[in-house]
């Protein structure tokens, strides 16, 4: 079966310009859920959607990241205008959301992303 | 307070002996742990999760929880060089949905 899947894998832009990393989740889960990671803060969460619907979006640095969910099969972060401090890796990750502890997330490849 | 803490390390073991690595939370209501291993370059990967006081076994892997101290830790028994990478802790609260709660994570170096 076909995990997470993102891309780009790697991006490397310029300050200003902007950014659209695309993720698409495992068949049939139903959470969704965008990670940022780095060496100084660790791995943190950006936003996660239920059921294509945003559910905490609290980790959003600012205005200049968004995050769409269209459909149940893919979900978008932007970053418009993107600045040297975005740089990071950026996980997908995502679940079949059972209210039961034991639900897991399963994580994408990552994006590596460098803004110049 | 961190919400879930974890020794940064490098901890460093021998090949085949027992690696045991630590973390505690902070909302004593937390539901579910979870350990990923992370290597180098590439993303988190589910080693194991626990959600009930004790220990859960698997393969090499032991999850020990205790709730009362808000303490969970991995035990990897035997440890290979291949095991080298590094260990997350992440934390299901009570009153967070879905969302895990990840430490920083513990390097853990197996020496041949």
């Known amino acids: 079966d076909a995990g997470v899947i993102q891309s780009p894998r790697h991006e490397v832009t310029e300050m200003g310009q902007e950014v659209t990393l695309r993720c698409k989740p495992i068949s049939g889960h139903n959470s969704l859920f965008w990670y940022r990671q780095t060496m100084m803060r660790g791995l943190e969460l950006l936003i996660y959607f239920n059921n294509n619907v945003p559910i905490d979006d609290s980790g959003m640095p600012e205005d200049r990241f968004s995050a769409k969910m269209p459909n149940a099969s893919f979900s978008t972060l932007k970053i418009q205008p993107s600045e040297p401090r975005d740089s990071a890796v950026y996980f997908c990750?995502?679940?079949?959301?059972?209210?039961?502890?034991?639900?897991?997330?399963?994580f994408g490849p990552g994006t590596r992303l460098l803004v110049l | 307070q961190k919400e879930v803490e974890q020794n940064s390390g490098p901890l460093s073991v021998p090949e085949g002996a027992i690696a045991s690595l630590n973390c505690t939370y902070s909302?004593?209501?937390?539901?579910?742990f979870f350990w990923y291993r992370q290597y180098s370059g590439k993303s988190p990967e589910l080693i194991m999760f626990i959600y009930s006081n004790g220990d859960k076994e698997d393969g090499r892997f032991t999850a020990q929880l205790n709730k009362a101290s808000q303490y969970v830790s991995l035990l990897i028994r035997d440890s290979q060089p291949s095991d080298s990478a590094t260990y997350l802790c992440?934390?299901?609260?009570?009153?967070?949905?879905?969302?895990?709660?990840f430490g920083a994570g513990t390097i853990l170096r197996v020496k041949s």
């Open positions: 909302d004593r209501g937390s539901q579910s």
């Open positions: 990750a995502s679940s079949y959301s059972t209210g039961e502890p034991q639900e897991t997330q399963y």
């Open positions: 992440a934390v299901r609260g009570y009153s967070g949905g879905n969302k895990l709660v």
